[in-house]
């Protein structure tokens, strides 16, 4: 089971020299990856924001170790010719740790409210269109594509990413939804939201898990990304008993939700500042 801390991009986390203090932090406590939102407006986002590729790319320069990325990014309200600079970019500027976290996204605000495309189905098609670019422009080679949403005849994106073959995709989806499973299956990982408390989610993760190998047409590794609890830093036995239910059921990565607004089993409740840094300096619910 792999480690990692699941940071908001706003509220009093919109600060991308904090988000790099943080990331450091958990590089020291033994954490292996550092995620962020990519939200750009919302309630479930409130108050100011900090751009995640700016903040990731201080996280870059002031970690050695640390996986990082966005958790996720809506392709299908991007360029993907940018995202394909962008990530370039920021794989060389971290000597290859970048894992690129995608989806559909969601919600009026971040999509009806600004004018960008509002049916889901379009966005879906969309995104596997985009996914097709990006990992086209990648291979910093000329590129031609007519598509239904994306057109574009260009020369080699250079330079390359440093990862090989190419920068893990990571592909987000709402159990028990079909698609974004089957999509996922096609890349290198997966990042679910599911409903429900523990052995409910335990149990959909085995569906879940069972159903994208039955899709997956290679055999390389493939992660699945967890993020849906935050676990008693002071109690590090209980942490790493319920981390390695979750690892039992397939889950590869732990994704650690620090987020001012926490919530467990039949509760909510407000956590500020230092008391969620202090949890990252906890370290990992691992035995």
Not at 226 to 253: C, H, I, K, M, Q
Request: hydrophobic letters at 45%.
């Amino acid at each position: 089971m792999h480690t990692a801390v699941y940071l908001p991009n706003c509220g009093a986390f919109a600060d991308a020299r904090l988000l790099a203090d943080l990331a450091l932090d958990a590089e020291r406590a033994g954490w292996e990856g550092v995620f962020l939102w990519d939200h750009i407006a919302g309630p479930w986002c409130a108050g100011p924001k900090v751009d995640p590729w700016v903040a990731l790319s201080a996280i870059a320069l002031r970690t050695e170790r640390v996986r990082l990325g966005p958790m996720v990014t809506p392709l299908p309200r991007r360029r993907p010719w940018k995202v394909a600079r962008e990530t370039a970019s920021l794989d060389r500027l971290s000597n290859g740790r970048l894992t690129l976290g995608v989806g559909i996204g969601w919600g009026e605000a971040e999509f009806d409210d600004l004018g960008d495309e509002a049916d889901p189905k379009v966005r879906a098609a969309m995104l596997d269109e985009g996914l097709e670019v990006l990992s086209g422009l990648w291979r910093g080679e000329p590129l031609s594509h007519q598509g239904e949403h994306y057109q574009l005849h260009t020369e080699a994106f250079l330079p390359r990413p440093i990862q090989e073959p190419r920068i893990p995709v990571w592909v987000a989806g709402r159990w028990p939804h079909q698609g974004p499973f089957r999509r996922a299956a096609q890349w290198d990982g997966v990042f679910p939201l599911f409903d429900g408390e523990d052995d409910e989610v335990i149990g959909q993760i085995r569906e879940m898990v069972a159903m994208i190998w039955e899709q997956r047409a290679a055999d390389a590794p493939f992660e699945v990304a967890y993020s849906g609890r935050f676990t008693p830093g002071d109690d590090p036995e209980r942490s790493a008993a319920l981390v390695a239910r979750f690892a039992a059921a397939g889950v590869t990565w732990w994704l650690e939700r620090i987020d001012p607004a926490r919530f467990g089993q039949g509760f909510r409740e407000e956590w500020p500042l230092a008391a969620l840094r202090e949890r990252i300096r906890q370290g990992p619910p691992v035995g």
